[in-house]
C-alpha cells in the first residue's frame, strides 16, 4: 500500500492555494544555469531541444515541464540545479514550439505525446547507465503515460521516476479549470496557445484555421479545435480519453512517485489514483493538504516538492 504521508507544512501565507501556485513564476529568484543546447531530429523530420548539464556522471535526469513551459521555467531550473550539485547529469526536454523557435510540422506537443519523450530518451541513453525521469503537471502526464500504455519498450537503464502535481485525468482536469476562481490561469495558458495557433497557421495557411479561436473560451474549446485535430484526435472528449495517464498506472512497472497536493486548483477528486497506489506496488502516491499546482513552497534555495524528488531518486 504505497501511500506515503507527508510532512509538507507551508509558512502561512502558502496555505492560500492560488498563492502557492503563483508565487513562484512570479517571484521565484532562479540563476540562470548554463545548459548545452542539442537538437535532436525526429522521425518525422521535426526537432527537439534538449538543454543539457553534463557533468560526467553515469546518471542523468530527464525534465519534462508543464504546458506552455520550457526548460526556462523556474521549476526546471531550480530541480535541474538541485540535481546536478548532487552528482546527476540532466536533460530539460523542451516539447515542439516551446524552445524559442516554431517546430516544422503542423503537429504540436500534447499530454499523451510519448513518442517524444521516448526519442529523446533513446538520444541520452548510449551515454548512462541510470536514467530517471521528471515531469510536472503535462510532463507528469507524459511520464506515467510513457511507463505503462507499452507503446514502446522501457529500457531496463530507467530506473525510477517522479510526477508533481499531474492532472492524470485530463477531462476531470478540463472542468476544474472552468471553475472561475481559475479565470487567470485560463487566461495566461489561452493568451499564448492563441498565438502559436496564428504561428502556425501562417506556416500551414490551408490546413490550419483559426476562425474558431474567436469561439475558444476555456481550454477545453482550445482543445476541441486545435490540440485535437491537429494532432490526430477525433475531438477534447476523444484526446482526454486516449492520452490520460490514470488507465495507465496499474501497469507502471518502475519505481514511481506522484505528489498531488489535495488544494490543487488544476485537479479534480479523479485526479488523485488512491486506489490504483494500493493496488501497483511500484507506484507511490502523496497527497499533502497545501501545495497548489508545482507550489509545494518552503523556506530554503530548493523547495519541499524538489527535495522529495531528489530523496526518492537517491533510492534507485
Known sequence: ????????????????????????????????????????????????????????????????????????????????KLFSLNGYSVAAMNYRFCSGEINRQLVTYHSGKTDDLHAVINYVLPNYDSVYLVGFSLGGNLILKYNGDSLFSLSPKIKANVAISVPVDLKGSSISLKRCENVLYRWRFLRTLS??????????????DVVPLKKVKNLTDFDDFFTSKINGFKDA??????????????????PTLLINALDDPFLSESCFPISEAKENSNFFLMTPFHGGHVGFISKGAFYWSE???LNFLNNY
Open 1 to 80: 500500500m504505497p501511500l506515503i504521508e507527508t510532512d509538507y507544512k507551508p509558512p502561512l501565507l502558502f496555505k492560500n492555494r492560488h498563492v502557492n501556485t503563483i508565487y513562484s513564476s512570479l517571484f521565484r529568484k532562479t540563476k540562470p544555469l548554463s545548459f548545452n543546447r542539442k537538437r535532436i531530429e525526429t522521425l518525422d523530420k521535426d526537432f527537439l531541444d534538449i538543454d543539457l548539464i553534463e557533468n560526467g556522471s553515469k546518471k542523468i535526469v530527464i525534465l519534462c515541464h508543464g504546458l506552455e513551459g520550457s526548460s526556462d521555467s523556474k521549476y526546471i531550473q531550480a530541480t535541474a
Open 195 to 208: 498565438k502559436k495557433m496564428h504561428l502556425k497557421h501562417q506556416q500551414f495557411p490551408n490546413e490550419l
Open 237 to 254: 472528449e476523444d484526446y482526454y480519453l486516449k492520452a490520460s495517464s490514470k488507465q495507465f498506472i496499474p501497469n507502471i512497472s518502475k
Open 307 to 309: 527535495i522529495q524528488i
